[in-house]
């Protein structure tokens, strides 16, 4: 088993697995792991919904955008904000709960840091992962295929199986990028234009064509348009509050 420091250094998203199951003991061990993930208040307004139905992981990969190895992973692993047990707590105690941004930023948060936990005790185990937003994309579908009482939207899915092959590290911005001692610092746009040359050169030689902009031109191509639109109003009608 992999320490945490490697088990981090060494992550690498995994979209091709072989056909071996992973074992249930191992499984339910991951499980527990990152159920200790913190939370706020011990409030726990997540929940983990494992699938391995076959048809199952075919729709929800539909839902993805046609991520196929939502479908071919082992398992995948739905990660959920979920402010219903917290309603059921009020309604015992003939309070209504007071929903708000603060209420759906906690449960969000939440599913975060018991989705990342999940990922760093799987990938421990030599199992490969990757995480998939495009959950997003349909909400109400997806919690319609999986059953959801109102309170409850995957904020991203996992999917969990043994590596087939694996990518390359893909390099990260430099520490001083990224990490601000005492106070924020001002970034330069010459820091961006020699990241797009260092993660250009990496795809390229990983046998991957890439733009001369490989960071700064993809997320400007990205972000240009609000992605999900709907979403907002998705998640209010699915009893979440951004107010």
Excluded at 221 to 242: T, V, Y
Aim: proline share 3%; with cysteine.
């Amino acid at each position: 088993m992999l320490s945490v420091i490697d088990t981090l250094e060494y992550h690498v998203s995994v979209r091709d697995y072989t056909d071996k199951k992973i074992p249930d003991e191992m499984l339910e061990q991951i499980l527990e792991a990152a159920r200790r993930s913190p939370t706020s208040s011990n409030m726990q307004t997540y929940s983990i919904v494992v699938v391995k139905n076959q048809e199952t992981k075919k729709e929800l990969a539909k839902f993805a955008g046609n991520q196929k190895h939502v479908e071919t992973c082992d398992t995948f692993i739905a990660l959920c904000a979920d402010i219903s047990g917290v309603d059921e707590a009020c309604q015992i105690h003939d309070t209504k709960l007071a929903k708000s941004l603060e209420t759906t930023m906690v449960a969000t948060i939440d599913a975060a840091l018991v989705g990342m936990s999940l990922c760093l005790a799987a990938e421990s185990h030599g199992l490969g992962t990757v995480m998939i937003g495009g959950m997003r994309n349909n909400p109400r579908g997806v919690a319609e295929l999986l059953g959801f009482p109102r309170g409850v939207y995957v904020a991203f899915g996992l999917c969990l199986g043994y590596p087939d092959s694996k990518s390359a590290l893909k390099p990260r911005m430099k520490s001083e990028m990224i990490i601000h001692r005492e106070q924020y610092f001002e970034r330069r746009s010459d820091n961006f234009i020699e990241y797009d040359k260092e993660l250009a050169s990496f795809y390229r030689a990983n046998g991957k064509e890439s733009p001369d902009a490989a960071w700064t031109g993809v997320v400007a191509k990205q972000l240009e348009n609000i992605k999900r639109p709907d979403l907002k109003n998705a998640l209010e009608s699915m009893g979440f509050s951004f107010d």
